[in-house]
C-alpha cells in the first residue's frame, strides 16, 4: 500500500498524498469563501487557482513562483507575497512554509473565528485541517458537507437588470413593441436601439471612454440566460416567455415607484401652496410676462427656456390669456452625436460589386482614376445603390487601447446608380429598373444621382435606342431624378471626383446631426439652420435598405403590384394609401354589386403629382388577378 508503483487494488482507497503548499492553499480558501459571502464573482477566480494549486505535486516558495500554474495572475500572486511576508513576520523567517503543523495555523484560526456562521465556531480547526491535510478528489470545489462550513451555498438568484441599465432597457423597449396594436412581434437591431435608448443612461452605439462595451453588449446575457430570442438575418429580437414575465415585473415596479413618487411630489405641492398664497398675484403677473415672451419668440428657443420649463407645473386656462399645454411649441430634436466643423471628413464610399466581378480590369480602372485624382474613397457592400457619400468622425488613439475607437458616420444625402447602357437595357428587360429606383426613392436620401455610362454603339442591344433615351427621360421627369451622362469610365470618375469636392466644401463649416429614419419625415423636429445639417447614421441607411430584410404584408403588397405591367412605384403608392393589404382590397371586391363595379374600383384612384387617374384598363388588369377564381384567360 505503501509503494505508489503498486496497483490500486479494487475495493481499497488510494492514500492521498499531502498538499506540499497547505499555506497558499488555506489563503486561497479563506479568500474564496469570503468573495462568497460577499456575493462577489471573484470567488470563481480563487476556486480555479485553487484547483490548479491542488494538481501541483511541488512546493513553492513564494507567491511569485505560482505564476507558471494556470489561473494565476500578478493579482493571487501578490497576494500571496504579501500574506507570506505577514506570516513570515508573526512567526519568524524559519518558520516552516511547507511541513506546517497544527500549531503553526494560528493565522488562519483567527481568521474563522470572526466569521458569523456559528456553524464555523464550532470546529473552524478541524475543517481547515482537512482542507491542508488531503488533496479532494473534487477539483472543482470542496463537498457538499464541507461547503456548509467553508463558504456559503451559492443560491441562484434571479437575474434582474439594474435600472436604467442595457438589459433594463431592452427588455422594457421589447415589451412596449409588444404591447403595440399591430406588432410585428420582433425588432431589428436598429430598431431596438432606438426605442431602448431613452430608457438607458449609456449610449447603444458609442463605447465608453477606455472600453469597447456599450449598453448593447447587454444583449448577449439577455440572450444567454433565455430572456431574448435572436433569429433571422438580418437579426430579429423578441421575448421570450420568461423575458415577458421579468418585463412585467420591471414595468410593474417602475409604475410603483412613479407612483410613490407622484404621491410624495403632491403632498409637497400642498404644503407648498400654504406657503405660497400671498404670493399668487405676484406669480400671476410672471407668468403672463413669461407667455407673452413664449409667443413672441423673445428670450426662448424652442421651446427649451428655463421659465418655461419651471412654469409647467403652474400654468392654468385664465381669462383669454393661452397656458403653457395650449402653446405650440415645437419638438426640438435632440441628436444621439454630433459632428462639429473641423471633426469630420466627406469620404465616398464605393459599392465592392464596382469593383469586382464581370470584367475586372474595367471595374479596376475607376478605382485607378480615383486614386490618381486623390479621392478619398471607401469600398464597401451597399444594398442600394453604387456610390454615395458619408461624413466620417476623426478619432484618435486612446492612451491605453491597442486600437483607435471606431468612428461614427453620417449618410449624406445624395446617393448615385450608375448605369452603363447594356445594364441599363437589361435591367429593364428582367424589371429591376424599376425596382431599383423604387427602394432609391424609399430609401430616405433626398437626392438620387442616375450615373449613365455609354458603352459604344447601342444598335446591338436588345431594346431599341429610343426606348432607353425615353426610360432615361422618365427617370428624370417623373422620378426626379438626376441624371448625369458620361462617355466612358473616365469621365464618371471625373464626376464622382467633382462631386466630392463640392460636398467637402458645401459642408466644411456645418454642424451635423444624427437623427433616425422615421425622423427625417417629420419636419417640424428640424427648425430651418443654414449651419446645421440632419443626416441618419450609415448602419440604419444600409440595414434600411437590405432587400432581404424583414418586411411587412404592405411592403410585399407593393412589391406584388410592381409586377403588373403599367404600375409604377407611384401608383402602386396610390393604391397602398386606399387598401393597405390585399385582404382589404378583396373585401372591397366582395362589396362590389356587380363585375363591372369591381373592374372600376381603382380606376378613379389619383397618383402622382400630376394626380392624374389610374384608369379603367389597368383597374380592369388588377381587379382579373385578384377576383379571377381559375387561370386568366
Not at 10 to 38: H, I, Q, S
Not at 272 to 282: G, M, S
Not at 434 to 458: H, M, N, T, W
Request: charged fraction near 25%; include cysteine; charge should be positive.
Amino acid at each position: 500500500m505503501s509503494s505508489k508503483s503498486e496497483p490500486v487494488k479494487y475495493g481499497r482507497k488510494k492514500t492521498v498524498p499531502a498538499c506540499p503548499n497547505p499555506l497558499f492553499l488555506m489563503w486561497l480558501t479563506e479568500l474564496r469563501d469570503a468573495a462568497a459571502e460577499n456575493k462577489s464573482k471573484m470567488q470563481y477566480v480563487y476556486q480555479k487557482a485553487i484547483s490548479s494549486l491542488k494538481k501541483y505535486p511541488l512546493p513553492l516558495k513564494n507567491g511569485k513562483e505560482a505564476k507558471i500554474l494556470q489561473n494565476f495572475g500578478d493579482g493571487i500572486c501578490k497576494i500571496l507575497d504579501d500574506k507570506l511576508a505577514q506570516y513570515y513576520a508573526e512567526n519568524g523567517q524559519d518558520a516552516p512554509v511547507h511541513t506546517v503543523s497544527v500549531d503553526n495555523l494560528t493565522v488562519g484560526q483567527e481568521k474563522c473565528k470572526k466569521k458569523k456562521n456559528p456553524a464555523m465556531d464550532t470546529a473552524p480547526t478541524d475543517e481547515a485541517l482537512v482542507m491542508l491535510s488531503s488533496n479532494s478528489p473534487e477539483e472543482d470545489g470542496p463537498s457538499p458537507s464541507k461547503k456548509k462550513f467553508l463558504c456559503k451555498s451559492r443560491k441562484g438568484r434571479p437575474y434582474v437588470p439594474q435600472k436604467r441599465s442595457g438589459g433594463y432597457a431592452v427588455l422594457l423597449a421589447l415589451y412596449q413593441d409588444f404591447q403595440k396594436v399591430g406588432s410585428k412581434g420582433f425588432l431589428t437591431k436598429a430598431e431596438l436601439q432606438r426605442e431602448a435608448q431613452p430608457l438607458c443612461d449609456k449610449s447603444f452605439t458609442v463605447p465608453e471612454l477606455g472600453t469597447r462595451y456599450t449598453a448593447w453588449s447587454s444583449v448577449s446575457t439577455l440572450i444567454q440566460k433565455d430572456f431574448v430570442l435572436k433569429t433571422n438575418n438580418p437579426a430579429r429580437y423578441s421575448l421570450t416567455k420568461n423575458g415577458l414575465e421579468l418585463a412585467r415585473k420591471l414595468l410593474t415596479n417602475e409604475e410603483n415607484t412613479s407612483n410613490v413618487n407622484i404621491l410624495e411630489s403632491s403632498q409637497k405641492n400642498e404644503s407648498e401652496q400654504i406657503e405660497t398664497v400671498d404670493l399668487a398675484e405676484e406669480e400671476e403677473t410672471d407668468e403672463v410676462n413669461i407667455i407673452s415672451r413664449a409667443l413672441t419668440g423673445e428670450g426662448t428657443e424652442y421651446g427649451q427656456s428655463s421659465d418655461l420649463r419651471g412654469m409647467s407645473n403652474l400654468c392654468t386656462t385664465q381669462d383669454g390669456i393661452p397656458t403653457l399645454r395650449t402653446l405650440n411649441v415645437p419638438h426640438v430634436h435632440v441628436p444621439e452625436f454630433t459632428l462639429k466643423p473641423g471633426c469630420f471628413d466627406i469620404i465616398l464610399c464605393v459599392d465592392f460589386v464596382e469593383t469586382t466581378g464581370g470584367s475586372s480590369a474595367r471595374k479596376q480602372e475607376l478605382v485607378t482614376e480615383l486614386k490618381r485624382n486623390g479621392v478619398n474613397f471607401d469600398v464597401r457592400k451597399l444594398h442600394v445603390g453604387d456610390f454615395l457619400w458619408v461624413a466620417r468622425e476623426k478619432v484618435n488613439f486612446v492612451p491605453g487601447q491597442l486600437r483607435a475607437p471606431q468612428p461614427r458616420e453620417l449618410v449624406l444625402d445624395y446617393i448615385v446608380e450608375r448605369k452603363r447602357m447594356d445594364d441599363l437595357c437589361g435591367s429593364i428587360i428582367d424589371g429591376r429598373f424599376r425596382e431599383q429606383k423604387f427602394r432609391l426613392k424609399r430609401c430616405g436620401l433626398k437626392k438620387p444621382i442616375y450615373l449613365v455610362e455609354d458603352c459604344g454603339s447601342a444598335q446591338h442591344l436588345s431594346v431599341p435606342e429610343s426606348t432607353l433615351q425615353q426610360a432615361i427621360v422618365n427617370t428624370q421627369v417623373v422620378d426626379n431624378f438626376f441624371i448625369k451622362q458620361t462617355k466612358d469610365v473616365r469621365e464618371s470618375a471625373a464626376y464622382l471626383t467633382i462631386m466630392t469636392r463640392y460636398l467637402q466644401s458645401l459642408y466644411m463649416n456645418k454642424t451635423l446631426m444624427s437623427c433616425f429614419k422615421e425622423e427625417l419625415k417629420c419636419e417640424q423636429i428640424f427648425p430651418p439652420s443654414s449651419q446645421s445639417c440632419i443626416f441618419m447614421t450609415f448602419m440604419e441607411f444600409n440595414e434600411g435598405a437590405m432587400k432581404n430584410k424583414a418586411q411587412t404584408v404592405k411592403e410585399v403588397f407593393a412589391r406584388q403590384l410592381m409586377q403588373i405591367s403599367g404600375i409604377s412605384g407611384d401608383k402602386a403608392v396610390a393604391i397602398l394609401n386606399n387598401y393597405s393589404t390585399p385582404s382589404r382590397l378583396l373585401e372591397a371586391y366582395k362589396e362590389c354589386a356587380t363585375e363591372q363595379a369591381q373592374e372600376k374600383l381603382l380606376s378613379g384612384i389619383k397618383y402622382g403629382k400630376l394626380q392624374r387617374n389610374i384608369g379603367p384598363a389597368l383597374s380592369k388588369t388588377i381587379s382579373q388577378l385578384y377576383c379571377t377564381m381559375g387561370p386568366l384567360s
